[in-house]
Structure formats: structure tokens, C-alpha cells
């Protein structure tokens, strides 16, 4: 099934997605028709190649294909960073020349395997889900990892800080293969709500505080503070740093001052809560799907070596401790055999 959260496509019969923890909710297959094949049907080779590249815990190769991948751009970001040195780059242009060319077509080759693979996901269209990997955020950063090359070749004049910026682009494919940053970003779109609630509130603290600056400091300092635009750039670095790098002049603008530094502080409390909940929300939801995977195994009373290793990569994945896996296993054994 299809997890609408991350996208990940999970064998039939999972309650959690295995791969963020979000719960799956059973639709017609005739209408969503992700293609997650009976386990007794013999699986095409384009889907298993799907599920090694989408880090599918049910295939063992898909942990050396994310260790190649992330070797891979680790290399690359480190040249294009010594590449940027004048001396480097003088003694080792042809070396940064040949590791570019090979990486280009590792990660082209990358690319085209999952346009090609990912037409596994639905049944009755092959090019949904195609077009659904290509417009993804992880599908935009895969195709620009390889267009610097190109570039350089269809616009041979173009400035080699710009090729430099998008080549370091690729550092983001880490993110996919990360699953701290996955977190992160999970966290904050659970919560979003509460981070636009929180963002108003910033923008209301900020117009105000500039506002009231603008009134103090306005004659005194009128290069900083005489528009309240001008006052909102103060009022914004205030907020954020707790220091907007303008000394008041007067009474009323230090009073402000410590005002404004006071709300930003609060501000960091807030987003601070938010995010400390939305992680909390999240170890918990991937708690909750490793323990039903678990009590799925042990329903027969016996864990094969498949499934082990299966239990295993869910472990790593949701960076769970042996001492959490183990009280859960007891409390799922004690409740299996009751």
C-alpha cells in the first residue's frame, strides 16, 4: 500500500507505514491501485528493482544501494568543494574532470532506473507513477544533480560559480537516505498548522515592535529607523538573533529593544515546543508500527529468517534501541500467548 505521507510503498496487510510510521487506511484498489502484487504472485523484476531503490525494507540489496548513493555524492560534494580551490584545481583538474564525467553517469544511469521502475506503482497507469517520482521534491533533486554537466556542454560560457552551486545541489539526495532529516521534515509538516499559527504571530510581533521603534527612534536614527520597512528589517533580526546591529539612541527605543529581544525568546520557546512535540509524535508513531509489525510475525508463533532481517532493517531505519526492541518483543509475546 501506498503511504501518502512519504510515498513509500508498503506490502499489503500493514497497518503503519514501514518506512515513517504513519498509519495506512485500506482504499479500494480500484481506485488507488498501488501495485503491491499478492505475496504468492511471483513479483515482476522492475518492481523489485522499485523497491531497491526506494529503500524498501523487504529487499536486502536496497541498504547497499543507499550506502553506494550516499558514497557517491559524499565524493562528489567533497570535490566540487577542493575544486573550488585555485591551487587544487590546478594540480588536479583532470582528476575533477574524470570523477564528474563517471559521477554524471552513475547518477543519470540512478535517474533513469527509477523513471523506469516506478511505473510498478499503480496498476492501471504506468506513467502515473512515473510523473509522480519526476514532480517529487526527491525526483527534482535527482534530475538537477545531473543537469550541471549538461549545462556546461549547452552553454559552454556560463560562470563556474553557478555549475559549482548546482553540483553541490546533490548533498540533498543525502536526505533521502537520512533518516534524521526525514524526521525533521515529517515533524514539521505534522505540525504545520502550528508553525503558520506561530508564524503570525512573529509577523504581528515584528510589524508591532517596528512600528513602536519607528515612533522612538525615527528622528534620532532616521538612516535605520525612519520608514517602519526599514524598522521591520531591525524588528525581524531582533526577534531572530537578539541583536538587530543598531544601538537605540533614546529612553523609549532601549525599552523596545529589550521588548522586542523579550518576544524573541518567546518566540524560540514556542518553535522549540512545537518541534519537540511533533519529534515526540513521531518516535511514537514509528514505535507503534515496528510493535504491529512484530505482533504480525509472531502471530504464528515463529519468526523465520526472513522475517528476522526484516524486523532488523525496520530497526535501523526507525533507529530503534535493542532495549526498546526487546520490551517490545516481550510485551508482544506475553500478548500472544494470552
Not at 120 to 134: F, N, P
Not at 187 to 194: L, T
Request: proline letters at 3%.
Amino acid at each position: 500500500m501506498l503511504c501518502h505521507q512519504c510515498q513509500f510503498d508498503n506490502e499489503v496487510g500493514n497497518a503503519f507505514c514501514q518506512n515513517c510510521g504513519t498509519a495506512l487506511v485500506e482504499q479500494d484498489k480500484t481506485i488507488t491501485h498501488t501495485n503491491s502484487p499478492s505475496p504468492t504472485l511471483k513479483r515482476p523484476f522492475r518492481y523489485r528493482v522499485m523497491e531497491i531503490m526506494n529503500g524498501s525494507p523487504n529487499q536486502p540489496l536496497s541498504r547497499y544501494a543507499e550506502w553506494l548513493i550516499s558514497l557517491v555524492v559524499v565524493i562528489n560534494c567533497a570535490a566540487v568543494i577542493l575544486d573550488s580551490v585555485p591551487e587544487v584545481h590546478a594540480d588536479y583538474k583532470d582528476f575533477f574532470h574524470e570523477l564528474e564525467f563517471w559521477s554524471v553517469i552513475f547518477f543519470t544511469s540512478e535517474y533513469l532506473l527509477r523513471v523506469w521502475s516506478f511505473s510498478e506503482r499503480y496498476l492501471e497507469s504506468a506513467w502515473r507513477g512515473r510523473k509522480e517520482y519526476v514532480f517529487s521534491i526527491f525526483g527534482l533533486v535527482d534530475f538537477f544533480a545531473t543537469v550541471p554537466f549538461y549545462l556546461h556542454y549547452f552553454i559552454p560560457g556560463l560562470d563556474l560559480r553557478i555549475l559549482r552551486v548546482l553540483r553541490l545541489l546533490r548533498i540533498l539526495k543525502l536526505s533521502k537516505y537520512n533518516s534524521a532529516l526525514q524526521d525533521l521534515y515529517k515533524a514539521v509538516y505534522s505540525e504545520r498548522r502550528a508553525f503558520g499559527s506561530a508564524a503570525f504571530l512573529l509577523m504581528i510581533a515584528a510589524i508591532v515592535s517596528a512600528s513602536m521603534m519607528h515612533f522612538a527612534e525615527g528622528h534620532a536614527q532616521p538612516n535605520y529607523f525612519g520608514t517602519i520597512p526599514h524598522s521591520i528589517y531591525w524588528s525581524i533580526v531582533t526577534i531572530t538573533s537578539g541583536w538587530g546591529n543598531v544601538e537605540p539612541a533614546t529612553k523609549m527605543g532601549e525599552v523596545i529593544a529589550l521588548f522586542t529581544g523579550f518576544l524573541g525568546v518567546c518566540m524560540v520557546a514556542i518553535m522549540t515546543g512545537i518541534v519537540a512535540s511533533a519529534f515526540a509524535n513521531q518516535a511514537a508513531r514509528k514505535k507503534a508500527a515496528y510493535e504491529l509489525q512484530m505482533r504480525e510475525i509472531l502471530k504464528d508463533g515463529v519468526v523465520t529468517e526472513k522475517e528476522g532481517e526484516v524486523l532488523q532493517r525496520l530497526q535501523e531505519k526507525f533507529r530503534l534501541s535493542d532495549a526498546e526492541v526487546e520490551t517490545m518483543m516481550k510485551q508482544a509475546q506475553s500478548k500472544a500467548r494470552s
